[in-house]
């Protein structure tokens, strides 16, 4: 990719709009010239996305975001090379809006319509900071995906390992609602633990020989917790629990990704999804990682969390390398990683 010099370097414009966030970039040259992007708060009173109302926020938002995105770049929409848009996995209906808007643009101005797999550009974001070594291991870790995943080389994804049951994101999410805190939990778990101590000991989960995760039981434990402190009229330092769930769930993504690493000579290791912008958990890879002296890579928070500048990144490698459909083209709610390969 990145003797690529010689290649037309398209302006992107795309779209994100997979789960509860609409967001649009507008990308040239590995450069964001713009990126507005609107998180759906209106899910908290449900404790976790509700689908349909996500869908209908989408479509009432995504042409006013769109608009935003272009005035904040100064850009025409026919200046735009290429239009894209997140085309799985997630929501369905949330998907189809982010699409329906990128291939009618895409008719409109008679241009390409580039589809990118979501958790492709969550591992891709890391470009935002270097370019990739081959082969590497990436830790995706976001509301929806727990994965180790290989890259031998450029757009082509190995699963080595994945949670047996909640995602990681998922377990800061349920723990966080079950300790009395809004949607999404993980941002005030991360909050809260970094005013707390060492005090309550929660069980490791899944502590084998494998590659996976499990994190439901952590719920469990977190719940029993609670029950005993009820019980014995103890009060509860939140602040120790986040502390006690954060370190738990790090050291089980530590040791795995630690296992992993040592099976082969990696180049380097790239942390992905929204889970990855959690403080304690950077930490202590940045640490493992000066440690052991091998290179990591975690993007920024703003690229950790859904967002359309990662969307636009995959669809600019693409854009000369096979990325764009025909508008007959349909999202896939359920497209697997491992199904995405691009010779580039
Ligand atoms: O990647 P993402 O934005 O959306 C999905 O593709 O799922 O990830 C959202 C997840 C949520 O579960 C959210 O609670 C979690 O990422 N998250 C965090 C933090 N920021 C977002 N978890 C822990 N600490 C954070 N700082
Ligand atoms: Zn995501």
């Given at each position: 990719m990145g003797d690529d010099q010689n290649l037309i370097k398209p302006r992107i414009l795309a779209i994100e709009s997979s789960?509860?966030?609409?967001?649009?970039?507008?990308?040239?040259?590995?450069?964001?010239?713009?990126?507005?992007?609107?998180?759906?708060?209106?899910?908290?009173?449900?404790?976790?996305?509700?689908?349909?109302?996500?869908?209908?926020?989408?479509?009432?938002?995504?042409?006013?975001?769109?608009?935003?995105?272009?005035?904040?770049?100064?850009?025409?929409?026919?200046?735009?090379?290429?239009?894209a848009a997140t085309a799985g996995p997630g929501l369905i209906g949330s998907l189809h809006i982010g699409v329906m808007a990128a291939k009618t643009l895409a008719f409109r101005y008679q241009k390409p319509y580039i589809p990118v797999h979501h958790l492709a550009a969550h591992i891709e974001a890391g470009r935002f900071v270097q370019p990739f070594q081959y082969p590497l291991l990436s830790l995706l870790v976001s509301g929806g995906h727990t994965m180790l995943i290989e890259m031998e080389k450029p757009f082509h994804y190995r699963l080595i390992g994945q949670t047996r049951d909640d995602a990681a994101g998922e377990a800061f999410d349920k723990v966080a609602r079950m300790m009395g805190l809004p949607y999404p939990g993980g941002p005030h778990i991360d909050t809260l633990a970094s005013q707390g101590k060492p005090h309550y000991t929660l069980p490791l989960p899944l502590d084998d020989d494998s590659f996976d995760f499990s994190f439901s039981g952590l719920k469990t434990s977190v719940q029993q917790r609670l029950q005993a402190n009820e019980r014995d009229k103890q009060p509860l330092d939140q602040a120790d629990l986040a502390y006690a769930v954060q370190t738990t769930i790090i050291e089980a993504l530590l040791r795995k990704t630690k296992r992993a690493f040592a099976q082969k000579p990696y180049k380097m290791l790239v942390l992905a999804g929204g889970v990855a912008s959690n403080k304690g958990l950077r930490h202590t890879f940045q640490e493992w990682s000066k440690e052991a002296n091998f290179p990591l890579v975690i993007p920024p928070s703003w690229a950790c969390t859904d967002n359309g500048a990662m969307i636009a990144l995959v669809a600019e490698a693409l854009y000369s390398h096979g990325g764009a459909q025909p508008l007959s083209h349909k999202v896939d709610p359920n497209w697997s990683l491992t199904d995405v390969h691009f010779e580039v």
């Open positions: 789960c509860d966030d609409t967001s649009v970039c507008l990308l040239h040259d590995g450069k964001v010239h713009a990126l507005v992007t609107a998180s759906q708060i209106d899910h908290d009173q449900f404790g976790g996305v509700f689908p349909e109302l996500a869908s209908r926020l989408h479509a009432e938002k995504i042409t006013l975001i769109i608009e935003k995105a272009l005035r904040d770049a100064n850009w025409k929409l026919s200046d735009v090379d290429a239009f």
